[in-house]
């Protein structure tokens, strides 16, 4: 059941939290609840932490939007204290938020919908660090985190394998690097708003996703109309595959010199960034819809059971 009948709903905006992602998650939240209180709602902000059932319990809200990115908050965790709690909550729903934070899960699904993807492993830091688990060049991340959070790129002609950092997760993604430019599209319900282009210096990293001149968004992106229709084909697939509900965001690479074989999906977000520089709010703007009417729709489009 939506919420979009209620009298001004109480909404707790759930942010922060324990992940490697907590700033931006913060950052996000208070974005997102400015914009709620200024579309009528009623607005509590949560940090989310171990007393977060009693809390909420104390609070007692119609809706719970989740602006929390990362761990905990994107990978089922959240999403199923809220079912348990009975609170009707946005984004996707448990088995989503899993899977899509799961990028070897991700794939795992997507390929077996049809749609295209690079070559990955997973494999232990010391296995990465004593010799090359795939021909260079390769990129090694965490496959269960966001935000290109701790992302190693290793050239193609290097000799040895890469040093990590001690930070690292013992088990790491290792997948064959995709040249070219970076493409991304949200879906929100069914329909895809978009296409940007980031363009940066360099790799997109978390730097570059969060800091104000960190890089340039393209909205819409100035490539040919297949490569358009085909993100936004693509995105639709992926976010309806996985289950997703709300929005997504669909990540790319684009290699120009091999056409649509060279566009690859590297992965789906299920709570992607709500910040000033941030890319899905870009292209509900760019649909016709300002950041406070798309919290908004999130708030009306929540509900249990996703």
């Not at 997973?122 to 660090?129: D, G, S």
């Not at 990540?251 to 649509?260: F, H, N, T």
Request: hydrophobic share 40%; charged share 25%; net charge negative.
């Amino acid at each position: 059941m939506g919420v979009a009948s209620r009298q001004s709903p109480k909404v707790v905006v759930l942010k922060g939290g324990p992940s490697a992602e907590r700033e931006v998650s913060l950052s996000s939240g208070r974005e997102c609840a400015a914009a709620l209180r200024g579309e009528g709602f009623e607005v509590v902000e949560l940090d989310a932490g171990p007393d977060l059932v009693t809390r909420l319990a104390e609070i007692s809200p119609d809706v719970v939007f989740n602006a929390l990115h990362g761990r905990w908050g994107e990978d089922g965790c959240v999403q199923g204290i809220l079912e348990w709690l009975k609170i009707p909550y946005t984004h996707s729903g448990v088995l989503a938020s899993s899977m899509a934070m799961d990028k070897e899960v991700t794939k795992t699904v997507l390929r077996a919908a049809g749609l295209p993807l690079t070559t990955s492993r997973l494999a232990t830091k010391a296995e990465i660090e004593a010799a090359h688990v795939m021909a260079p060049p390769y990129v090694v991340k965490p496959f269960n985190e966001g935000s290109s959070v701790g992302v190693y790129i290793v050239n193609e002609g290097a000799n040895t394998p890469p040093r990590l950092s001690d930070d690292m997760p013992e088990r790491l993604m290792v997948e064959t690097y995709v040249p070219g430019r970076e493409l991304t599209t949200t879906v929100m319900g069914d329909r895809a708003l978009g296409v940007t282009d980031i363009i940066s210096e360099g790799w997109y990293d978390y730097h570059a996703k969060y800091s104000a001149g960190g890089s340039r968004h393209e909205v819409p992106a100035n490539v040919p109309k297949e490569i358009y229709d085909a993100c936004l084909d693509y995105a639709v697939r992926a976010h309806q595959a996985l289950g997703c509900r709300g929005i997504s965001r669909t990540d790319y690479r684009w290699d120009e010199s091999r056409g649509l074989e060279g566009l690859i999906i590297l992965e789906v977000n299920t709570q992607p960034g709500m910040t000033p520089t941030s890319l899905a709010p870009e292209q509900a703007a760019h649909a016709g819809m300002s950041f406070g009417a798309f919290c908004a729709w999130l708030v009306e489009d929540a509900s249990c059971d996703r």
